[in-house]
C-alpha cells in the first residue's frame, strides 16, 4: 500500500463528482422537498448496490430537517465475520483536518496567533531553518495548502521506514523531517498543492502555543462541547483501539489485507481523529452553526485547487447542482472517509469504510445524495 496517503489528493476531490441525471431539478425544489419529506432515503438499497455482506463494511448517514437516517453493511472483521454497526468507530483520515483548522481558528479568535504570522514565530528555527521558504510561510498558507512545502507521504525514505517497522510510534516533528531540505513546489502563496506536512507542522504550532497535546486540544474545543462523546485522537502507543479491522492491498497480490496495526503517522495532525458516523455529523452541523466559531469567514477564504474545485482552511468546496457542498474526505491507513454539508440545502451526508482499496466512498455519496433529492 505505498504511497496510499498521497492518493487522497485524487480521492478528496473526486468523491465530489455529482452525476448530470437531475440537473433539470431546480435547486429551489430540491430545497422544498427535502424540507418536507416524509418518507426516509432507501440507504439499505444504496449499500447492497455497492457492499457484499461478506466485504469489508460501510456506515452511511443522510441527515436534513425532517430528519436523521444511518445504515450499515459489511463487516468490521472479515476473520471473524463480524458485522458492522452504526457506532463503530473509524479512522476518518484527511477528513481529520477540519478539526485541526477549527483550533488553529479558535487559537487566532483568542489572539494567541494570528492566521498571517510566520509559522517560524511557533517552531523550533531547528524546523523552519531546514524547510525551504520555511521563514516566509505563514499559518493561513499551510492551513489553506499554499505554502509550497514538500509532501513528506510522497516520500519513498518515509515508506521504507513505515514497512521496515510498522509498528513505530510516529511524532509530527518526525515526519516533517522528510521534509527537510527539499525543494518547495512554488513560493508560498503562489500556489496550490496538497501536502500533509502542512497540517502536521499545524499540530507542533498548537502544541507550542498551548503547551498541550492535540488530542487535548481537540478534546477540549470540539468533542466536549459538541457532545461527541465516542471520538478521540487516536494514540500511536495504542494503535487501533476500538476501531474496526481496516483493509487494504497491502502487498499487491489482488486480496485484502488487515492492516489495522501498520502505522504510517496515525493520529497527527494530518488525520488522527477517530469517530463514529452520528459523531461527524455532530460536528459537521455544529461547524456550520456557528457553535465553533464566531465566524465562517476565514475557514470559507477559497482558493483554486487546480481541479475544478476550491480549498479553504481545511475545508473542501465543490459545485453540485443542489448547491455548493463543503466538508472534506480522507484515505489511509486501511480506512476511507467522507462528510459533506450542502447548505442550500441543510444536508449533511457521512460515510465511513473499513476498505482502504475500493470506491465505494465516492459511489456512496453520490446516490445518497441523490436519494435524498427525488
Not at 438499497?45 to 436534513?64: H, K, M, Q, R, T
Not at 481529520?96 to 488553529?104: H, R
Not at 527539499?182 to 499545524?202: H, K, M, Q, R, V
Not at 507550542?208 to 502507543?237: C, H, Y
Request: hydrophobic share 40%; no cysteine.
Amino acid at each position: 500500500m505505498r504511497g496510499f496517503k498521497s492518493l487522497l489528493i485524487v480521492a478528496a476531490l473526486s468523491l465530489f463528482i455529482l452525476r448530470p441525471a437531475l440537473a433539470e431539478k431546480s435547486e429551489v425544489a430540491f430545497v422544498a422537498h427535502v424540507a418536507y419529506m416524509a418518507q426516509a432515503p432507501d440507504l439499505k438499497a444504496i449499500l447492497a448496490d455497492y457492499v457484499g455482506a461478506d466485504e469489508p463494511g460501510v456506515v452511511l448517514l443522510v441527515s436534513n430537517p425532517a430528519g436523521t437516517w444511518v445504515e450499515a453493511r459489511g463487516l468490521a472483521d472479515l476473520s471473524q465475520n463480524t458485522p458492522i454497526k452504526t457506532s463503530d468507530h473509524f479512522r476518518i483520515a484527511s477528513t481529520s483536518k477540519m478539526f485541526v483548522s477549527v483550533v488553529v481558528q479558535q487559537l487566532a479568535e483568542e489572539g494567541r496567533l494570528t492566521l498571517d504570522d510566520p509559522m517560524s514565530r511557533y517552531l523550533d528555527a531547528e524546523i523552519s531553518d531546514q524547510i525551504a521558504n520555511g521563514e516566509a510561510m505563514t499559518i493561513r498558507q499551510l492551513l489553506n495548502m499554499t505554502s509550497g512545502i514538500f509532501n513528506y507521504t510522497e516520500s519513498d525514505d518515509f515508506y521504507d521506514a513505515v514497512y521496515d517497522d510498522p509498528q513505530h510510534v510516529w511524532t509530527a516533528a518526525e515526519t516533517v523531517r522528510y521534509a527537510y531540505n527539499e525543494d518547495a513546489y512554488f513560493a508560498p502563496g503562489e500556489g496550490y498543492y496538497y501536502s500533509n506536512t502542512n497540517y502536521n507542522l499545524l499540530q507542533l504550532i498548537i502544541e507550542n502555543v498551548t503547551q498541550s497535546t492535540l488530542g487535548e486540544q481537540v478534546d477540549a474545543r470540539i468533542f466536549q462541547p459538541l457532545g461527541m462523546k465516542n471520538s478521540f485522537v487516536e494514540s500511536g502507543t495504542q494503535l487501533g483501539a476500538k476501531l474496526v479491522h481496516g483493509y487494504g492491498d497491502d502487498d499487491g497480490d489482488g486480496s485484502l489485507d488487515d492492516v489495522t496495526l501498520m502505522n504510517d503517522g496515525v493520529g497527527l495532525g494530518d488525520g488522527g481523529v477517530i469517530t463514529t458516523a452520528d459523531d461527524l455529523a455532530l460536528f459537521m452541523r455544529g461547524l456550520f452553526q456557528g457553535k465553533l466559531l464566531k465566524s465562517l469567514d476565514a475557514i470559507m477564504d477559497w482558493v483554486d485547487d487546480g481541479e475544478d474545485g476550491l480549498y479553504g482552511l481545511g475545508l473542501e468546496n465543490i459545485e453540485t447542482e443542489f448547491g455548493n457542498a463543503y466538508g472534506h474526505s480522507g484515505a489511509s491507513s486501511g480506512f476511507q472517509s467522507n462528510a459533506i454539508y450542502i447548505p442550500d440545502a441543510d444536508v449533511v451526508v457521512v460515510v465511513l469504510t473499513n476498505n482502504f482499496d475500493s470506491e465505494v466512498v465516492e459511489w456512496i455519496t453520490e446516490d445518497a445524495i441523490y436519494a435524498v433529492g427525488e
